[in-house]
């Protein structure tokens, strides 16, 4: 599958403007690139074109390199003080100049100390191109996108981390507006008032946008393009979705199974031996676009479905019901056909390895989870005594620590914060280690009420869209606050009429919403940017965070050494009577 969206801009643009730019016929060249680059690089290029265009080795500026003084070298590299240095070293001594030439490609706006820095280098007489991309975040998928930043979440929720929070701000705005440049809008920036950061960081993006605009006037220009808008959020607007074990395939399985780096592992049994064969999951891969957002409960049947259909087209028989063993035959039988029928079990195999998570422990949690998500049971009664319905979890030993942090957390946001005393019944009850309660009471560094006062009155609760007529599945029914937000977006900014039968690439002249959201953005609400683009028409969501979570990671952020007040300051930290 062609790369879409976000990858596939980003890929054209490195492509056209990096390494098509400098190649030369019969002329080979080193790329060198930095950590951000490299995963850049990665999530939206092939080796194989990279290769194509004359590049013959692609290395990590960080680490040891061996001279290559005949070949020049593309440096692709954020403007950083580590990459810029380590750029000057490398030409530091005319004798054993590690290449021929630099072409400098910075992903965004080099600041001036570090630019004079370079200038006056020796490294400077070397340099033939020297350029900004403005490209510098990561396309995840075809409309997600992560500032590849994690350490955000502590420099902007820690008490003891304040000291950090400038630059990191300074550093997000400066990524979003290469966001906005590379999609060629010039948005409306909007954000949520009740978090005094988000207004910051709103104006520091403003403030960038006017200057790229100034440099390119026809960004955001073009049919409809006015009504493009970009929502900073924090993440305490929803602390529900990133704790909820949700039952839809990319979701589930990224929060049930050890998946990382995107790579799935699994055992294959083959003729009397099992060996570990892994998966990246990823957007070259039809069935999974395909899959990924489907509830668990329809997966297995698409991808039987899907199997039939191929199957039958190359003229084999399956079965009603298809197992892992009837693939294994039928690779055995049709080995050419491996590339499609492994695609086939891979997804078999995941959709069976949620599904034993899922039974005997998650099914009994769900169920309770979206009682306290939404405040009503199935038949849309509220719920009256929820304590009645938490307490077996916390009591129960098969259940993990996490888990039951995650149902006290959920009992919490309902009741908007508990006293003290409650919550200390709750933790003894859940026997929850001390150095995991902290997980409960750091929430409210977000901004989330946890332990408030029985004498004082409770905030109310927003006010949710009512979805009575949308189909879902008992254990389905939260929806994740994002696309209430973003449908509100779409709503208020569309007047006049649109037309709906266009085809894919004459989308994006559409005006797009754009969401981002301080503290990582769960899987549950990156889906949400597909359902509201597919139902609106010519509009397109994009949506990102400082990086993707998990509810694990989530909790583990939360659990963060730098939330304990001796961990004040660090030997990288600015001295705080500096601010």
């Avoid at 092939?46 to 990590?60: A, F, L, N, S």
């Avoid at 070298?73 to 954020?78: E, F, N, Q, R």
């Avoid at 190359?314 to 079965?319: F, V």
Wanted: proline share 5%.
């Amino acid at each position: 599958m062609a790369p879409i969206g976000l990858k596939a801009v980003v890929g054209e643009k490195i492509m056209n403007d990096v390494i098509k730019k400098i190649k030369k016929k019969g002329e080979w060249k080193a790329l060198i690139v930095d950590q951000l680059s490299m995963r850049m690089l990665s999530s939206c290029c092939k080796m194989t074109d990279i290769m194509t265009e004359g590049i013959t080795i692609v290395e990590d500026i960080n680490k040891r390199r061996e001279p290559l003084p005949t070949l020049e070298a593309i440096y692709l590299i954020t403007p950083t003080e580590k990459s810029v240095h380590t750029l000057i070293a490398d030409f530091k001594d005319p004798h054993s100049a590690k290449y021929k030439a630099a072409h400098v490609f910075f992903t965004d706006s080099c600041p001036d100390p570090l630019f004079n820095e370079l200038v006056k280098s020796r490294a400077s007489k070397t340099i033939k191109t020297l350029t900004e991309i403005n490209i510098a975040f990561l396309p995840y998928e075809s409309q997600v996108y992560s500032l590849d930043n994690p350490d955000a979440f502590q420099s902007f929720y820690s008490p003891h981390k304040t000291q950090l929070k400038n630059p990191v701000m300074e550093r997000l705005a400066e990524q979003l507006a290469t966001l906005c440049a590379t999609l060629k809008e010039y948005p409306a920036v909007r954000y949520r008032g009740e978090y005094k950061d988000n207004a910051t960081l709103a104006q520091l993006v403003q403030d960038k946008l006017d200057a790229y605009k100034a440099d390119d006037p026809t960004m955001g220009e073009g049919p409809d393009k006015a009504r493009s808008q970009l929502i900073i959020l924090d993440r305490a607007f929803d602390p529900v979705s990133p704790v909820l074990h949700e039952l839809t395939f990319q979701a589930m399985g990224y929060d049930l199974l050890p998946i990382e780096n995107d790579v799935y592992k699994y055992e294959t049994s083959g003729m009397g031996d099992s060996r570990e064969k892994e998966v990246l999951l990823h957007e070259d891969d039809d069935l999974w676009v395909g899959l990924r957002h489907k509830h668990i409960a329809e997966v297995s049947q698409e991808v039987t479905r899907q199997l039939k259909e191929f199957s039958a087209s190359k003229r084999m028989n399956t079965g009603e019901k298809t197992t892992m063993r009837d693939l294994s035959q039928m690779l055995k039988k049709m080995p050419q056909y491996q590339k499609e029928l492994s695609k086939y079990s891979t997804h078999l195999q995941l959709a069976e390895d949620c599904m034993k998570h899922y039974q005997g422990t998650v099914d009994k949690l769900c169920r309770v989870e979206q009682d306290l998500a939404m405040g009503t049971d199935a038949e849309g009664e509220k719920i009256k005594d929820p304590m009645r319905a938490i307490v077996p979890i916390l009591l129960d030993a098969n259940v993990t620590t996490y888990d039951k942090i995650r149902i006290i957390l959920l009992y919490i946001f309902l009741k908007n914060g508990i006293t003290e005393e409650n919550l200390n019944k709750l933790i003894q009850h859940a026997q929850i280690p001390p150095e995991d309660s902290e997980i409960i009471t750091n929430m409210a560094h977000l901004g989330v009420p946890i332990i408030t006062d029985s004498t004082l009155r409770r905030g109310k609760k927003l006010d949710r869209k009512e979805r009575v007529s949308e189909q879902t599945y008992q254990l389905s029914r939260w929806t994740p606050l994002v696309k209430d937000i973003m449908e509100v977006c779409v709503c208020v900014a569309r007047y006049g009429h649109w037309h709906k039968n266009k085809t894919p690439g004459e989308y994006r002249t559409g005006p797009r919403v754009m969401v981002f959201i301080i503290g990582g953005a769960s899987f549950s609400e990156m889906r949400c940017a597909y359902e509201v683009t597919q139902a609106n028409g010519k509009w397109e969501a994009v949506i990102g965070s400082t990086h993707t979570l998990t509810p694990t990671k989530f909790l583990s952020d939360l659990r963060h050494p730098d939330f304990r007040e001796s961990t004040r300051v660090s030997f990288e930290d600015p001295d705080p009577s500096d601010e």
